[in-house]
């Protein structure tokens, strides 16, 4: 349901963003002459018996595959342990690079990919491992080969990792008003504006796209800042690649603060979404 509703907050299309994803959704054939040219960022959500075919494209002549289709937009993997662990694999390149390239014999072409990948799952097959309501019946065994259906890699290449506990019957009864898609929408097109001016010699739009050099330049810490880090660093065996991942994330926190620079608030709390793997994964 969260999964579903994140393009309603997400930062207005760009109107160089909205003709790459026309683009594509050009050479699938998935324009009609109702929808020309797509005004809204892409949200798809395959099944978890699709193929690495469909996934990544390709064919006899290669087309787009979902994570192309998702280009500029969200591509939802729902109940990730059910997915074929080998087709989830094939993530991992696109993710760093955001281009997939299909080679055939006689071709070899390559499409954008450049997508917010966004995946659920269930701490076990039974659902309720570390659950306050309702006892776990799964065996260790079970939940760790459950688990472990995803590997290292691809988890490490996941900027935000959050548990979401059960909902309990008295907040969903809340009446009390709460903040709308289109007042959060307002706050993310402020910080993708600073993003987009801070960027713009770049030609790059977001926080996420930064390279090692512009991570250098734009996501300087403290001493303070530095000494958390390297802590945190250490004590979660962070690998280099979650190291670069915190900074872009306390680097977006600063944005939406509107904070010239990282403050110790910011990176603590992007620190805190790289620690739940090392609850699961780590035993």
Request: glycine fraction near 4%; proline fraction near 5%.
């Amino acid at each position: 349901m969260l999964a579903r509703r994140l393009p309603s907050i997400l930062p207005d299309l760009t109107f160089d963003e909205a003709l790459e994803i026309t683009k594509i959704h050009s050479i699938s054939g998935l324009l009609s002459e109702n929808t020309p040219f797509i005004f809204k960022r892409p949200f798809r959500s395959p099944h978890h018996t699709i193929t690495e075919t469909s996934l990544v494209g390709g064919g006899r002549i290669p087309k787009p595959g979902e994570i192309s289709l998702a280009h500029f937009g969200v591509l939802f993997l729902d109940e990730l342990p059910e997915f074929n662990k080998s087709t989830l694999e094939v993530l991992r390149g696109p993710l760093e690079d955001k281009t997939v390239t299909i080679s055939r014999v006689d071709l070899s072409t390559t499409y954008p990919c450049n997508f917010m990948f966004i995946a659920s799952m269930n701490p076990c097959p039974c659902g309720y491992y570390g659950s306050k309501e309702k006892q776990c019946t799964c065996r260790e065994d079970q939940i760790q080969k459950y688990i472990h259906k995803i590997s290292g890699p691809l988890l490490d290449r996941i900027d935000i990792h959050i548990e979401v506990e059960s909902v309990s019957y008295q907040k969903l009864g809340n009446d009390s008003p709460s903040e709308s898609s289109n007042e959060i929408r307002k706050r993310v097109n402020i910080a993708r504006t600073i993003q987009i001016n801070r960027y713009k010699d770049y030609h790059i739009f977001s926080n996420s796209e930064l390279t090692s050099n512009l991570i250098s330049k734009y996501c300087k810490l403290s001493s303070k800042n530095k000494q958390i880090l390297e802590k945190a660093f250490d004590q979660l065996g962070l690998s280099a690649r979650a190291y670069s991942r915190i900074l872009k994330v306390a680097r977006t926190i600063a944005d939406l603060d509107n904070s010239p620079n990282i403050q110790t608030h910011h990176l603590t709390e992007a620190i805190q979404y790289r620690s739940l793997d090392r609850k699961y994964w780590n035993r």
